[in-house]
Protein backbone atom coordinates (compact mmCIF):
# COMPACT_ATOMS: atom_id res chain seq x y z
CA UNK A 1 0.00 0.00 0.00
CA UNK A 2 1.10 2.95 -1.25
CA UNK A 3 1.67 6.46 1.08
CA UNK A 4 1.70 10.41 -0.54
CA UNK A 5 1.77 13.50 0.89
CA UNK A 6 0.62 16.50 -1.04
CA UNK A 7 -1.82 19.98 -1.02
CA UNK A 8 -5.35 19.40 0.09
CA UNK A 9 -7.68 19.77 -2.71
CA UNK A 10 -10.60 20.87 -1.08
CA UNK A 11 -11.98 22.63 2.01
CA UNK A 12 -14.28 19.53 2.80
CA UNK A 13 -11.58 16.92 1.87
CA UNK A 14 -9.12 18.92 4.94
CA UNK A 15 -12.14 19.26 7.16
CA UNK A 16 -13.90 15.62 6.89
CA UNK A 17 -10.20 14.39 7.60
CA UNK A 18 -9.31 16.71 10.28
CA UNK A 19 -12.52 15.57 12.56
CA UNK A 20 -12.26 12.01 11.90
CA UNK A 21 -8.47 12.48 13.35
CA UNK A 22 -9.38 14.88 15.92
CA UNK A 23 -11.95 12.41 17.62
CA UNK A 24 -9.50 10.84 19.75
CA UNK A 25 -8.07 13.98 21.30
CA UNK A 26 -8.84 14.77 25.13
CA UNK A 27 -9.96 18.17 24.00
CA UNK A 28 -12.56 16.86 21.53
CA UNK A 29 -14.33 14.56 22.90
CA UNK A 30 -14.51 16.02 26.30
CA UNK A 31 -15.07 19.94 26.62
CA UNK A 32 -13.27 22.07 29.19
CA UNK A 33 -12.97 25.17 30.09
CA UNK A 34 -10.40 27.42 28.50
CA UNK A 35 -9.10 24.57 26.29
CA UNK A 36 -9.28 24.17 22.59
CA UNK A 37 -12.77 24.21 21.07
CA UNK A 38 -14.01 21.87 18.19
CA UNK A 39 -16.61 24.67 16.70
CA UNK A 40 -14.10 27.47 16.84
CA UNK A 41 -11.27 25.58 15.54
CA UNK A 42 -12.92 24.20 12.49
CA UNK A 43 -14.22 27.88 11.83
CA UNK A 44 -10.38 28.90 12.21
CA UNK A 45 -9.50 26.57 9.49
CA UNK A 46 -12.35 27.44 7.25
CA UNK A 47 -11.28 31.10 7.24
CA UNK A 48 -7.74 30.18 6.50
CA UNK A 49 -7.97 27.81 4.30
CA UNK A 50 -8.06 29.98 1.08
CA UNK A 51 -5.25 32.95 2.19
CA UNK A 52 -1.82 33.02 0.87
CA UNK A 53 0.08 33.01 4.52
CA UNK A 54 -1.62 29.27 4.91
CA UNK A 55 -0.47 25.70 4.12
CA UNK A 56 -2.54 22.56 4.50
CA UNK A 57 -1.52 19.70 3.45
CA UNK A 58 -3.15 15.92 3.58
CA UNK A 59 -1.85 12.17 3.51
CA UNK A 60 -3.34 9.44 1.36
CA UNK A 61 -3.16 5.79 0.95
CA UNK A 62 -3.89 3.29 -1.66
CA UNK A 63 -5.01 3.08 -5.23
CA UNK A 64 -7.90 4.56 -3.85
CA UNK A 65 -5.96 7.33 -2.34
CA UNK A 66 -8.10 7.76 0.55
CA UNK A 67 -7.45 10.50 2.78
CA UNK A 68 -5.54 9.63 6.05
CA UNK A 69 -3.57 12.65 7.38
CA UNK A 70 -4.03 15.99 7.60
CA UNK A 71 -1.04 18.65 8.96
CA UNK A 72 -1.70 22.76 8.66
CA UNK A 73 0.85 25.37 9.18
CA UNK A 74 0.42 29.25 9.48
CA UNK A 75 3.63 31.24 8.05
CA UNK A 76 4.36 35.02 8.86
CA UNK A 77 8.03 36.33 7.44
CA UNK A 78 10.31 34.00 8.50
CA UNK A 79 8.09 31.56 11.38
CA UNK A 80 5.66 29.02 10.99
CA UNK A 81 3.36 27.89 13.48
CA UNK A 82 1.85 24.12 12.93
CA UNK A 83 -1.98 23.79 13.52
CA UNK A 84 -2.76 22.24 17.15
CA UNK A 85 -2.33 18.47 18.30
CA UNK A 86 -0.83 18.22 14.20
CA UNK A 87 -0.33 16.21 12.18
CA UNK A 88 -3.62 14.43 12.65
CA UNK A 89 -3.84 11.48 11.82
CA UNK A 90 -6.89 8.53 11.34
CA UNK A 91 -5.22 5.41 11.22
CA UNK A 92 -3.70 3.10 13.99
CA UNK A 93 -1.64 1.31 10.60
CA UNK A 94 1.53 3.34 10.23
CA UNK A 95 0.73 6.47 11.95
CA UNK A 96 4.44 7.22 12.82
CA UNK A 97 4.95 7.29 8.97
CA UNK A 98 2.07 8.95 8.23
CA UNK A 99 3.07 12.08 10.63
CA UNK A 100 6.59 11.90 9.32
CA UNK A 101 5.69 12.20 6.13
CA UNK A 102 3.51 15.29 6.64
CA UNK A 103 6.04 17.13 8.66
CA UNK A 104 8.81 16.16 6.33
CA UNK A 105 6.72 17.70 3.36
CA UNK A 106 5.18 20.61 5.82
CA UNK A 107 9.53 21.45 6.09
CA UNK A 108 9.84 20.91 2.37
CA UNK A 109 7.39 23.48 1.05
CA UNK A 110 7.64 26.16 4.31
CA UNK A 111 11.34 26.50 3.30
CA UNK A 112 10.71 26.71 -0.31
CA UNK A 113 8.54 29.96 1.34
CA UNK A 114 11.72 31.51 3.04
CA UNK A 115 10.69 29.90 6.51
CA UNK A 116 13.63 29.39 8.96
CA UNK A 117 11.94 28.73 11.96
CA UNK A 118 9.15 26.46 12.75
CA UNK A 119 6.82 25.85 15.79
CA UNK A 120 4.32 24.00 17.62
CA UNK A 121 2.62 23.78 21.36
CA UNK A 122 1.33 20.85 23.11
CA UNK A 123 -1.35 21.90 25.17
CA UNK A 124 -3.18 19.01 27.35
CA UNK A 125 -4.93 18.30 30.79
CA UNK A 126 -2.30 18.14 33.76
CA UNK A 127 -3.69 14.81 34.66
CA UNK A 128 -3.35 13.51 31.20
CA UNK A 129 0.46 13.76 29.91
CA UNK A 130 -0.15 10.02 28.33
CA UNK A 131 -2.26 12.46 25.47
CA UNK A 132 0.90 14.19 24.32
CA UNK A 133 3.22 11.18 24.29
CA UNK A 134 2.39 10.25 20.25
CA UNK A 135 2.83 13.66 19.26
CA UNK A 136 6.12 14.45 21.39
CA UNK A 137 7.81 11.43 20.18
CA UNK A 138 6.55 12.49 16.88
CA UNK A 139 7.89 15.70 17.18
CA UNK A 140 11.19 14.80 18.69
CA UNK A 141 12.18 12.59 15.97
CA UNK A 142 11.61 15.06 13.25
CA UNK A 143 14.18 17.40 15.02
CA UNK A 144 11.84 19.37 16.91
CA UNK A 145 12.89 20.53 20.53
CA UNK A 146 11.53 21.91 23.15
CA UNK A 147 12.40 25.42 23.13
CA UNK A 148 12.22 26.45 27.03
CA UNK A 149 10.92 24.22 30.32
CA UNK A 150 6.97 22.61 30.16
CA UNK A 151 4.85 25.46 31.97
CA UNK A 152 1.45 25.38 33.18
CA UNK A 153 -1.36 27.13 33.75
CA UNK A 154 -3.61 27.81 36.42
CA UNK A 155 -7.13 28.77 36.89
CA UNK A 156 -8.95 30.81 39.63
CA UNK A 157 -13.01 31.02 39.90
CA UNK A 158 -13.13 34.76 41.39
CA UNK A 159 -16.42 34.02 42.60
CA UNK A 160 -15.11 31.75 45.08
CA UNK A 161 -12.39 33.74 46.38
CA UNK A 162 -12.68 36.15 49.52
CA UNK A 163 -11.56 39.60 48.92
CA UNK A 164 -8.38 39.74 51.03
CA UNK A 165 -7.59 43.30 52.08
CA UNK A 166 -3.89 45.10 51.76
CA UNK A 167 -1.14 43.89 54.04
CA UNK A 168 0.38 46.12 55.43
CA UNK A 169 -0.50 50.48 55.78
CA UNK A 170 3.02 51.53 54.11
CA UNK A 171 2.42 49.61 50.92
CA UNK A 172 1.04 51.62 48.50
CA UNK A 173 -0.52 50.18 44.95
CA UNK A 174 -0.56 52.91 42.34
CA UNK A 175 -1.48 52.35 38.46
CA UNK A 176 1.60 52.12 36.05
CA UNK A 177 0.41 54.50 33.41
CA UNK A 178 2.94 56.22 34.36
CA UNK A 179 5.95 54.10 33.55
CA UNK A 180 7.26 53.14 29.89
CA UNK A 181 7.39 49.61 28.73
CA UNK A 182 10.55 49.81 29.00
CA UNK A 183 10.37 50.70 32.90
CA UNK A 184 8.62 47.41 33.00
CA UNK A 185 11.23 45.38 31.32
CA UNK A 186 13.85 47.04 33.58
CA UNK A 187 11.01 45.91 36.60
CA UNK A 188 11.00 42.61 35.12
CA UNK A 189 15.17 42.20 34.92
CA UNK A 190 15.25 43.15 38.53
CA UNK A 191 12.45 40.84 39.31
CA UNK A 192 13.44 37.74 37.87
CA UNK A 193 17.51 37.96 36.82
CA UNK A 194 19.07 39.01 39.77
CA UNK A 195 19.84 36.41 41.99
CA UNK A 196 21.65 33.32 41.20
CA UNK A 197 18.44 30.79 42.10
CA UNK A 198 16.33 33.50 40.01
CA UNK A 199 18.52 32.78 36.92
CA UNK A 200 18.38 29.07 37.81
CA UNK A 201 14.79 28.88 37.13
CA UNK A 202 13.91 32.06 34.43
CA UNK A 203 17.71 31.65 32.19
CA UNK A 204 15.89 29.64 29.09
CA UNK A 205 12.65 31.73 29.27
CA UNK A 206 13.43 34.26 26.50
CA UNK A 207 10.70 36.36 27.66
CA UNK A 208 12.28 36.80 30.85
CA UNK A 209 15.84 36.66 29.98
CA UNK A 210 15.72 38.31 26.28
CA UNK A 211 14.95 42.27 27.24
CA UNK A 212 13.89 42.83 23.40
CA UNK A 213 11.06 39.60 23.38
CA UNK A 214 10.17 40.97 26.71
CA UNK A 215 9.61 44.63 25.34
CA UNK A 216 7.50 43.06 22.35
CA UNK A 217 5.52 41.44 24.53
CA UNK A 218 5.11 44.01 27.05
CA UNK A 219 4.03 46.38 24.39
CA UNK A 220 1.58 44.24 22.58
CA UNK A 221 -0.56 43.57 25.61
CA UNK A 222 -0.36 47.47 26.09
CA UNK A 223 -1.53 48.17 22.99
CA UNK A 224 -4.11 45.51 23.56
CA UNK A 225 -3.28 43.00 20.74
CA UNK A 226 -3.80 40.43 23.40
CA UNK A 227 -7.02 42.05 24.75
CA UNK A 228 -8.16 44.51 27.04
CA UNK A 229 -5.54 45.88 29.19
CA UNK A 230 -6.61 49.28 30.62
CA UNK A 231 -4.56 51.31 33.28
CA UNK A 232 -6.15 49.53 36.28
CA UNK A 233 -4.38 46.04 34.58
CA UNK A 234 -0.89 47.85 35.09
CA UNK A 235 0.08 48.12 39.12
CA UNK A 236 2.99 49.41 40.76
CA UNK A 237 3.72 48.37 44.23
CA UNK A 238 5.17 50.96 46.63
CA UNK A 239 6.98 50.24 49.92
CA UNK A 240 8.22 53.21 51.52
CA UNK A 241 8.09 55.26 48.67
CA UNK A 242 10.47 52.96 46.28
CA UNK A 243 9.13 50.43 44.08
CA UNK A 244 8.64 46.87 45.31
CA UNK A 245 7.15 45.00 42.26
CA UNK A 246 4.30 45.05 40.04
CA UNK A 247 1.94 43.02 38.21
CA UNK A 248 0.30 43.29 34.64
CA UNK A 249 -3.06 41.34 33.15
CA UNK A 250 -5.13 41.50 30.12
CA UNK A 251 -8.94 40.46 29.51
CA UNK A 252 -8.86 38.11 26.09
CA UNK A 253 -11.88 37.99 24.34
CA UNK A 254 -14.41 35.81 25.56
CA UNK A 255 -16.37 32.67 23.86
CA UNK A 256 -18.76 29.53 24.98
CA UNK A 257 -15.35 28.10 25.86
CA UNK A 258 -13.37 30.90 27.41
CA UNK A 259 -16.23 32.85 29.05
CA UNK A 260 -15.05 36.45 30.66
CA UNK A 261 -11.96 36.09 31.99
CA UNK A 262 -8.35 38.06 33.24
CA UNK A 263 -4.74 37.20 32.78
CA UNK A 264 -1.87 37.29 35.08
CA UNK A 265 0.66 38.15 32.01
CA UNK A 266 3.31 39.45 34.71
CA UNK A 267 4.07 39.47 38.48
CA UNK A 268 7.43 40.41 39.69
CA UNK A 269 8.25 41.41 42.99
CA UNK A 270 12.32 42.67 44.02
CA UNK A 271 14.19 40.19 45.65
CA UNK A 272 15.08 42.46 48.68
CA UNK A 273 11.11 42.71 49.25
CA UNK A 274 9.92 39.34 49.11
CA UNK A 275 8.15 37.34 51.81
CA UNK A 276 6.73 40.57 52.68
CA UNK A 277 3.02 40.17 51.54
CA UNK A 278 3.65 42.33 48.43
CA UNK A 279 2.48 39.27 46.00
CA UNK A 280 -0.61 38.41 47.42
CA UNK A 281 -1.56 42.45 47.64
CA UNK A 282 -0.68 42.79 43.79
CA UNK A 283 -2.86 39.71 42.84
CA UNK A 284 -5.77 40.76 45.08
CA UNK A 285 -5.45 44.49 43.64
CA UNK A 286 -5.63 42.69 40.20
CA UNK A 287 -8.73 40.27 41.31
CA UNK A 288 -10.69 43.68 42.51
CA UNK A 289 -9.89 45.07 38.83
CA UNK A 290 -10.93 41.79 36.84
CA UNK A 291 -14.44 41.61 39.07
CA UNK A 292 -14.77 45.25 38.41
CA UNK A 293 -14.99 44.05 34.40
CA UNK A 294 -17.37 41.03 35.32
CA UNK A 295 -14.43 38.45 34.68
CA UNK A 296 -15.95 34.95 36.68
CA UNK A 297 -12.33 33.48 35.91
CA UNK A 298 -8.40 34.07 36.04
CA UNK A 299 -6.02 32.62 34.21
CA UNK A 300 -1.77 33.10 34.98
CA UNK A 301 1.08 30.86 33.78
CA UNK A 302 4.33 29.80 34.93
CA UNK A 303 7.40 27.78 34.40
CA UNK A 304 6.34 24.13 35.60
CA UNK A 305 10.04 24.24 37.76
CA UNK A 306 8.79 27.53 39.30
CA UNK A 307 7.60 26.20 42.32
CA UNK A 308 7.38 28.82 44.39
CA UNK A 309 5.27 30.58 42.27
CA UNK A 310 3.12 27.29 41.88
CA UNK A 311 2.86 27.27 45.85
CA UNK A 312 1.99 31.68 45.92
CA UNK A 313 -0.62 31.16 43.08
CA UNK A 314 -2.11 27.75 44.48
CA UNK A 315 -2.53 30.16 47.99
CA UNK A 316 -4.19 32.59 46.33
CA UNK A 317 -7.04 30.25 45.34
CA UNK A 318 -5.64 28.85 41.72
CA UNK A 319 -5.21 25.68 41.02
CA UNK A 320 -3.15 23.49 37.93
CA UNK A 321 -5.35 22.70 34.78
CA UNK A 322 -3.35 22.47 31.97
CA UNK A 323 0.79 21.85 31.06
CA UNK A 324 1.94 23.40 27.87
CA UNK A 325 4.78 22.32 25.88
CA UNK A 326 6.65 24.17 23.17
CA UNK A 327 8.84 23.00 20.79
CA UNK A 328 10.80 25.13 17.84
CA UNK A 329 12.61 23.71 14.75
CA UNK A 330 15.50 26.16 13.33
CA UNK A 331 17.18 24.16 10.68
CA UNK A 332 16.37 21.61 8.43
CA UNK A 333 17.53 20.23 4.86
CA UNK A 334 15.01 20.12 2.27
CA UNK A 335 14.18 16.19 2.50
CA UNK A 336 12.95 14.83 -1.27
CA UNK A 337 9.37 14.56 -2.19
CA UNK A 338 8.88 10.96 -1.99
CA UNK A 339 6.17 8.00 -1.16
CA UNK A 340 6.04 5.82 1.13
CA UNK A 341 5.57 1.90 0.39
CA UNK A 342 4.02 -0.60 3.05
CA UNK A 343 5.21 -3.49 4.15
CA UNK A 344 2.77 -6.06 3.85
CA UNK A 345 3.80 -10.34 5.15
Known amino acids: MRLSVGEAESLRQYLQTWKQAMQTMPWFKERRLFDYNPEDSMEDIKQAFYKPNFLFLVAKRGDKQKTVGVLGAEFTNSVATLGRWEPAVTSEQNRGAIGRMLLEEAFSQLCQR ?30 LAEKIPSSIMLLADLSRIARAPSVTASLQIIHGHDFSSKEFVD ?29 NTLQAIRD ?36 PHGVIGELGVFPE ?12 EMFKSFRKLKCRYSLVGTLKTNRSAIALYRKMGFFPVFELVDFEKTSWRVPPRTTFIERTP
Not at 126 to 137: D, E, F, L, S, V
Not at 197 to 209: G, K, L, Q, T
Open 273 to 284: YRRKGIAITLIS
Open 224 to 259: GKMGLSPQEFWLVAKLSNDIAGFIIGFMPKSSKSRP
Open 114 to 143: EVSKIRCMLKFPINQPKTARWHTKLYRTCG
Open 187 to 215: FTQRAYMVTPEDRMVHANDPFISDPENCL
